[in-house]
Nanobody, 115 residues
């Protein structure tokens, strides 16, 4: 069993920044690929960014150049730095990992971009 706990969401004005954190824990858990997804009202959940154990990253086209995913393997934590936020970024953001073959999700953190 793996637990993922997200934090860092909130309300921010367009053009602002937020940093999300996701802490992973669990018996015998060893950190694996981790990803951030988001789901806006009425839309499907979509991949925002992911990062492998070795640090290789992948981003959705809509966030390239604005968001940065990073990780601290020693602390089993992944981060999502979000800059130049737009109203379209408003969504619940979820952290995800697969270990060893089971997919785990955090509870989600709300990000609202509005003036």
């Amino acid at each position: 069993q793996v637990q993922l706990v997200e934090s860092g969401g909130g309300l921010v004005q367009p053009g602002g920044s937020l940093r999300l954190s996701c802490a992973a824990s669990g018996r015998n858990f060893s950190i694996n690929r981790m990803g951030w997804y988001r789901q806006a009202p009425g839309k499907q959940r979509e991949l925002v960014a992911d990062i492998t154990t070795g640090g290789t990253t992948n981003y959705a086209d809509s966030v390239k150049g604005r968001f940065t995913i990073s990780r601290n393997n020693a602390e089993n934590t992944v981060y999502l730095q979000m800059n130049s936020l737009k109203p379209d970024d408003t969504a619940i953001y979820y952290c995800n990992t697969v270990f060893p073959i089971t997919s785990y999700w955090g509870q989600g953190t709300q990000v609202t971009v509005s003036s």
